[in-house]
């Protein structure tokens, strides 16, 4: 070998790095299924959204029209008009779509009511099967040694599949949302429903496609440690569902402090009672036994502003803490914050996984 | 001039097992190197060391004048792992498609000709070739990267004869032709002779014997490099047994 001929090697393998783009087609060309079927539920479900979505907005426009000015922007809810007002079919129409009437859709179980709970599962299922895979299945079938002994090390190698895999699943989640959003909302602007129940909060906004972002790390983390797809599937659903229940129950309503009244609930369907109890005359909390004797004289089954008045003439006061519907963007914010950070640590600790321990 | 150069080389797994353990050896350029021993004597942790796959316990190791698992090394080095894993479920183009795309030097018209001069089309699915098939294949691809070693982990092991003998030819070529290393491991002693200039010896993760397979006979006053490596082996053998018998009764 002469010196001209491995110094003219040497030039070439000081060179650049394999440009990220180059890696990002071998991304493509390997998760092209995997891609393709998430992108196709996300296209099916899309389609049904699209569809009904402007059926409900044609179905609202009429009713609004029909409705009486005074009506307008009066939360439906409670109001429901005379259904033997002229206006009345209109509005039965509408609420069809709801699961509260008759009609095809109503009666399918499958309706506006429910569409949201289904949608929640989307996150789960996409971030499992595409995300447990993306490094698991390079580790299980042995071919990481040849993967990560390529003139590209295995460090970019793994940015370079889990960063385009994140953005694009995030991205179309989040357009999934944006498209149930507008599906929902005449029920949201005709009173029909707040936005803070979970199956809402968690498929509107930001929220749904923070959790399908976290889905798809956290499958990607639990694949690298486990080294095997089928297992890390079950490991991120685990945790997952871990996760989801803890925030339900135990984590969001501590966002932020609520704000705290007495006298009549918080009017409004947006706001989100979070707390409701009485204190005694003495302003602690009331002595059970002691309200109890307060309310024996009613008769079972008086209606709870009885119970309350009878209370209140004796100096108990009732409480309740919510968080204002004027909060709700906060919320999803926080909590898309911190879905992202924790998302953000699961990718970056995957990747530091393979390069500590490749084998 | 040495394509790998190992000093003090050690890999310990978990806490107390050692893969490899004080290795110091050279691996001279230019020729196609045997590292010969049994099984669990070090040779695919010595091999992965060299590759950059996994990073040593203790001591170094440089391939080609650069430190294993720097770019430069990585780049400069060509790696077939046993059993030559490869993306099954791709055609042979987009697998090809796959380490040019991996690869900052990457020689494409030379991969296409040489599969082309093996009789493999390039529409067939990688799954669907036969052993020696997939092996041709990864070397194809490990030659177009231009490298000036060639690492190969047991690529006997699972061969026929014939693709066998056809398999190493290729490697001998290709040295030849390109005026660069291979190492290749093997714990088959079996027809050495024809496949390797130059034999390491590894018994229990440290160098048994090392020299030019025509040397190592000749100097041992045996009639072939087989019986030498044999006799080597065997001695270490006793030695770790005798070692053994003593500790025990320490």
Known sequence: MTAAAVSGRRAGAAGRPVPWTRLGWVTWRQHRAALGGAIALLAVIAAYLAYLGREIHRAYAAYYACAPASLRGVPLGGLLMNPFSSCGRYERAFMSFYGTGQGPVGASGINAQTVPFLLLAVPVLVGAFVGAPALARELESGTFRFAWTQGAGRVRQAAARLVPLAVVLTGAAYGLSALFSWYIGPFVRAGVTGTFPMQLFGTMGTDFAAWTLFSFALSAFAGVLLRRTVGAIAASLLVLTVADVATLMALRQHYLTPVAVTGGAPAGLGNWVVGNWFTSTSGGPADQNASAAIVRHLPPGAPASQVVADLASHHYLQWWTYQPASRWWDFQLIESGWLLAASLLLLAASVLLVRRRPA | MDVIEAAALGK?????????????????????????????????????????????????????????????????????????????????????RVARN?????????????????????????????????????????????PELLVLDEPLAALD?????????????????????????????????????????????????????????????????????????RENARDHARDHAQGAAR
């Open chain 2, 161 to 233: 004869p014939l693709a066998r003998a056809d398999f190493m030819r290729s490697v001998r070529a290709a040295v030849a032709e390109d005026q660069i290393s291979a190492v290749f491991s093997t714990h088959v002693i079996a027809e050495l002779e024809q496949v390797a200039d130059h034999l390491i010896v590894l018994g229990r993760g440290a160098v048994l014997l090392s020299g030019t397979t025509a040397g190592l006979a000749a100097a041992h006053g045996e009639a072939s490099p087989e019986q030498v490596i044999l006799s080597a082996l």
């Open chain 2, 102 to 146: 991996l690869n900052a030097r990457w020689d494409h018209g030379r991969a296409v000709s040489r599969l082309d001069g093996l009789g493999i089309a390039l529409k067939q699915r990688v799954g669907a070739l036969s052993g020696g098939q997939q092996a041709q294949l990864a070397l194809t691809i490990a030659l177009a990267r231009r």
């Open chain 2, 12 to 96: 310990r797994y978990g806490r107390k097992k050692w893969g490899l353990r004080d290795c110091t050896l050279s691996v001279p350029a230019g020729c196609v190197t045997g590292l010969v021993g049994p099984n669990g004597s070090g040779k695919t942790t010595l091999l992965s060391l060299a590759v950059g796959m996994i990073r040593p316990t203790a001591g170094t190791v440089r391939v080609a004048g650069e430190a294993a698992g720097s770019r430069a090394a990585r780049e400069l080095t060509a790696f077939v792992a046993q059993d030559a894993p490869l993306y099954r479920n791709l055609p042979v183009r987009d697998m090809l």
